[in-house]
């Protein structure tokens, strides 16, 4: 409605000008150029507003509207395990191997696997890379030499949904499918697990053993 | 005897293409009354010992894992390692150049170079031997032993007496009222291997079923035929003393199957059978 009214009057004012400069066409040739541009910057309505294809480009008004990220800690999800004994709540597929490579590439196969069998894959996260180092003690002395340095990545996807028929299967796929020095590991979501995930704050702690 | 499923047998979920167990909805209330269903329930147990080494790759794969390597290699950093050998080497270099020009750097920093690790490493590598791929028993062809075939399934075939005939099967006990079938199967294990087995079944439901009838001379109003459903387990410890009851016994792999089992009970046996 808005919208249609300003495009009478623009269509009306056009018409207006048109005939205008069709009259002082036939006046005065030289002015005419100066007063045909004249006119459009001094209209208070753009001639282009007037086409039916205007804002023929706009899409964001249809998108859902977005609700603002919070940068918060992640609350944990747990759904209802076992309550219909038919279901798996949230299980955690955990990969272990001191080569990086391998197990970020057989992550990523579980977790299309996954995808492929329609499994509901919750998140895929890595832990916190853990250092060893080998100390080497020779014979015949006392002192510890530093042998190697061994690293160790830790790859989880976390599963939901999974039911008990189907769930050997999937083990027994997962599990004919492991690479060469690849630990596998299948147990249940648990706090402890969410909790391994964050950094400890030792401060924090501290202050809290002051107060309590 | 009333044919009606363990209370935790449940309905299969849709959509599998990997192993397609059969289809069957458990009504434990119906049963009751139902009428009695003249067939013979067995559980059979298949035990499978993993593969322990991967299988050799093909040409595709291995020319891809080359490939994947190059690439990996190439996008890296270098490692601490890597770092402290290039910067040793380019001193050498300098003092090689330059003939002991900074003397703070001879004061035994480096007692040891990267270098030298790296050939120490080497060394150590050499005289590490890896134990082979292929075992005696795979030479001589044993088939009773574990140790054949490290690279694929190998699962437990036992010679049973059914009706009048010795037929190589898995090992399958018949159904007693009142227990799980999965109960059924892990009994007809222990009977022929003994108790301390440590075979981990993954879940509660059958893999695969088997149904055959009893041929006309014995068969009576009761005693249609039989069904056999079978339930996967795998094998824990690899080393135990075999106390075999029965002598029969073999281990084989998928392909081997044909050898033995018949061809109807194997075309039931092969559909739940995922050999990679």
Same mark, same amino acid.
């Given at each position: 409605?808005?919208?249609?009214?300003?495009?009478?009057?623009?269509?009306?004012?056009?018409? #207006?000008?048109?005939?205008? @400069?069709?009259?002082?066409?036939? &006046?005065?040739?030289?002015?005419?150029?100066?007063?045909?541009?004249?006119?459009?910057?001094?209209?208070?309505?753009?001639?282009?507003?007037?086409?039916?294809?205007?804002? %023929?480009?706009?899409?964001?008004?249809?998108?859902?509207?977005?609700?603002?990220?919070?940068?918060?800690?992640?609350?944990? #999800?747990?759904?209802?395990?076992?309550?219909?004994? @038919?279901?798996?709540?949230?299980?955690?597929?955990?990969?272990?191997?001191?080569?990086?490579?391998?197990?970020?590439?057989?992550?990523?196969?579980?977790?299309?696997?996954?995808?492929?069998?329609?499994?509901?894959?919750?998140? &895929?996260?890595?832990?916190?890379?853990?250092?060893?180092?080998?100390? @080497?003690?020779?014979?015949?002395?006392?002192?510890?030499?530093?042998?190697? %340095?061994?690293?160790?990545?830790?790859?989880?996807?976390? %599963?939901?949904?999974?039911?008990?028929?189907?769930?050997?299967?999937?083990?027994?796929?997962?599990?004919?499918?492991?690479?060469?020095?690849?630990?596998?590991?299948?147990?249940?979501?648990?706090?402890?697990?969410?909790?391994?995930?964050?950094?400890?704050?030792?401060?924090?702690?501290?202050?809290?053993?002051?107060?309590? | 005897?009333?044919?009606?499923?363990?209370?935790?047998?449940?309905?299969? /979920?849709?959509?599998?293409?990997?192993?397609? /167990?059969?289809?069957?909805?458990?009504? *434990? *209330?119906?049963?009751?009354?139902?009428?009695?269903?003249?067939?013979?329930?067995?559980?059979?147990?298949?035990?499978?010992?993993?593969?322990?080494?991967?299988?050799?790759?093909? $040409?595709?794969?291995?020319?891809?894992?080359?490939?994947?390597?190059?690439?990996?290699?190439?996008?890296?950093?270098?490692?601490?390692?890597?770092?402290?050998?290039?910067?040793?080497?380019?001193?050498?270099?300098?003092?090689?150049?330059?003939?002991?020009?900074?003397?703070?750097?001879?004061?035994?920093?480096?007692?040891?170079?990267?270098?030298?690790?790296?050939?120490?490493?080497?060394? $150590?590598?050499?005289?590490?031997?890896?134990?082979?791929?292929? =075992?005696?028993?795979?030479?001589?062809?044993?088939?009773?032993?574990?140790?054949?075939?490290?690279?694929?399934?190998?699962?437990?075939?036992? $010679?049973?007496?059914?009706?009048?005939?010795?037929?190589?099967?898995?090992?399958?006990?018949?159904?007693?009222?009142?227990?799980?079938?999965?109960?059924?199967?892990?009994?007809?294990?222990? =009977?022929?291997?003994?108790?301390?087995?440590?075979?981990?079944?993954?879940?509660? *439901?059958?893999?695969?079923?088997?149904?055959?009838?009893?041929?006309?001379?014995?068969?009576?109003?009761?005693?249609?035929?039989?069904?056999?459903?079978?339930?996967?387990?795998?094998?824990?410890?690899?080393?135990?003393?075999?106390?075999?009851?029965?002598?029969?016994?073999?281990?084989? =792999?998928?392909?081997?199957?044909?050898?033995?089992?018949?061809?109807?009970?194997? $075309?039931?046996?092969?559909?739940?059978?995922?050999?990679?």
């Amino acid at each position: 409605m808005m919208a249609a009214v300003p495009k009478v009057l623009c269509w009306e004012k056009g018409a #207006m000008l048109r005939q205008l @400069f069709a009259l002082s066409r036939v &006046s005065t040739p030289t002015e005419n150029h100066l007063c045909a541009a004249g006119a459009a910057l001094l209209s208070c309505h753009r001639s282009y507003r007037s086409r039916p294809t205007h804002g %023929i480009g706009r899409y964001k008004y249809l998108l859902p509207a977005e609700t603002p990220k919070k940068k918060k800690d992640r609350v944990q #999800m747990k759904e209802i395990n076992p309550g219909t004994e @038919f279901e798996y709540g949230d299980v955690n597929i955990q990969m272990t191997s001191y080569d990086m490579c391998l197990v970020e590439h057989f992550a990523q196969y579980v977790h299309r696997l996954c995808n492929r069998l329609s499994i509901k894959v919750k998140e &895929s996260y890595a832990m916190p890379t853990k250092t060893n180092e080998v100390l @080497f003690l020779e014979e015949k002395g006392s002192k510890m030499q530093l042998d190697a %340095i061994l690293t160790t990545h830790q790859r989880v996807v976390q %599963i939901s949904g999974l039911s008990s028929t189907f769930a050997p299967i999937l083990l027994e796929v997962i599990q004919s499918n492991q690479p060469e020095g690849v630990h596998l590991l299948i147990k249940q979501h648990t706090e402890a697990d969410f909790k391994n995930r964050l950094k400890a704050r030792p401060e924090l702690e501290e202050l809290l053993a002051q107060m309590g | 005897m009333a044919g009606h499923c363990g209370t935790r047998v449940m309905a299969a /979920p849709l959509g599998q293409r990997v192993a397609g /167990p059969a289809r069957w909805v458990c009504s *434990a *209330a119906a049963a009751a009354a139902a009428a009695r269903r003249p067939w013979r329930l067995f559980g059979a147990m298949c035990l499978l010992r993993l593969p322990r080494i991967t299988q050799p790759l093909e $040409k595709e794969e291995e020319e891809m894992m080359a490939l994947m390597g190059q690439i990996e290699l190439e996008k890296s950093h270098y490692s601490d390692h890597e770092i402290r050998k290039l910067e040793e080497e380019e001193r050498l270099k300098r003092r090689k150049e330059s003939l002991y020009d900074d003397d703070d750097e001879v004061t035994g920093r480096t007692v040891i170079m990267a270098q030298d690790l790296e050939d120490k490493w080497e060394q $150590k590598f050499l005289r590490f031997k890896p134990a082979p791929r292929i =075992t005696d028993a795979d030479k001589k062809n044993i088939r009773t032993s574990l140790n054949r075939k490290l690279d694929s399934n190998l699962m437990l075939l036992v $010679k049973q007496k059914i009706g009048n005939q010795e037929l190589w099967l898995l090992p399958q006990a018949e159904w007693q009222p009142g227990e799980t079938l999965r109960s059924t199967a892990e009994r007809a294990m222990a =009977t022929f291997l003994g108790d301390h087995i440590q075979a981990k079944i993954l879940g509660n *439901a059958p893999y695969g079923i088997y149904k055959y009838k009893f041929p006309r001379a014995i068969r009576t109003e009761d005693n249609v035929g039989a069904k056999v459903f079978f339930f996967k387990a795998f094998l824990q410890s690899t080393d135990f003393t075999q106390t075999e009851l029965k002598a029969d016994y073999l281990w084989v =792999t998928k392909n081997e199957l044909g050898d033995y089992l018949k061809p109807e009970y194997l $075309k039931k046996v092969d559909r739940f059978l995922l050999d990679l």
